[in-house]
């Protein structure tokens, strides 16, 4: 079902996810890599290229909200409705109140939240044009729990939870699924590397090991599963909790 269909990944020059992007080329979906780092991403692109994918590498700042646009309008160009949109793309500095300024909040907001609704905008036409689609956030504890440290973050992750809940039952109409994920297990990648223990790092594992969840998301609809968040695991399976 999603041979030959298209995906757009943000983040997607490392970390998770590269991993989802790589799982989704591997599933014969034709990719739209979208991240900030444009020197990582052309190489990523070259690895999938060479492993017979067809994708498509956007450099972007998706903290700018006339980029993002920019580039999901060369995504859709490019290839068409997506079959699945998966924001993935975040950025966590862990700072107290006394030490974060607005700036510095709000740049984690948009690219977390502000990001996330410009980008389901921009396929919620499409994708009811095409039928229907997936559009899965990348969530965390964060996007239910409070942390220390994390007053731009973690409102970010609460704030897409909420839009997922809202689009996802707009997107029954429309066959549309939109869920909230989040990583079953701490995982390797370069944003754990910075905020993480040492004792989460003992037990991190490979975030290719997640990747199987996300082949499964991107083939939901609105008669399938949406409105959960699906926590992905590491022997390949998920859980998932429906928040409608
Ligand atoms: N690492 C974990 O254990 C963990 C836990 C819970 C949730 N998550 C979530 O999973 C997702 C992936 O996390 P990760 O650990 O792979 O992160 P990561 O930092 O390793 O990778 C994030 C990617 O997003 C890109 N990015 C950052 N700012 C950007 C911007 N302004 N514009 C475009 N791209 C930008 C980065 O270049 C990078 O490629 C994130 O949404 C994160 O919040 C991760």
Same mark, same amino acid.
């Given at each position: 079902m999603l041979d030959g269909q298209a995906a757009v990944v943000t +983040? =997607? =020059?490392? +970390?998770l996810g590269y991993a989802i992007a790589k799982a989704y080329a591997a599933a014969g979906m034709r990719v739209a890599l979208l991240d900030v780092r444009g020197d990582i991403l052309e190489r990523v692109a070259a690895e999938l290229r060479a492993a017979g994918g067809d994708v498509l590498p956007i450099t972007v700042d998706l903290a700018d909200a006339g980029a993002t646009q920019s580039a999901i309008d060369t995504a859709l160009a490019h290839? +068409? =409705?997506?079959?699945v949109l998966v924001h993935n793309a975040a950025l966590l500095i862990t700072r107290s109140m006394l030490e974060i300024s607005f700036e510095q909040w709000r740049k984690e907001i948009n690219i977390i939240l502000q990001a996330a609704f410009i980008l389901s905008k921009a396929v919620w036409r499409p994708m009811i044009d095409a039928g229907g689609g997936s559009i899965v956030y990348l969530s965390s504890g964060s996007g239910y729990k409070g942390f220390i440290e994390e007053v731009a973050y973690n409102p970010g992750k609460h704030g897409i939870e909420g839009l997922m809940k809202c689009l996802a039952l707009e997107g029954k109409e429309f066959n549309i699924a939109v869920n909230a994920a989040t990583p079953g297990a701490p995982i390797n990648t370069p944003m754990s590397d910075s905020n993480y223990t040492e004792s989460q790092k003992q037990r991190w594992v490979d975030p290719e090991l997640l990747a199987p969840a996300f082949v499964f998301l991107a083939r939901q609809? =609105?008669? +399938?599963?949406?409105?959960h968040r699906v926590a992905a695991r590491a022997d390949g399976g998920w859980d998932a909790i429906d928040l409608l």
């Open positions: +983040g =997607a =020059a490392q +970390g290839y +068409g =409705a997506p079959r609809d =609105a008669s +399938g599963v949406t409105g």
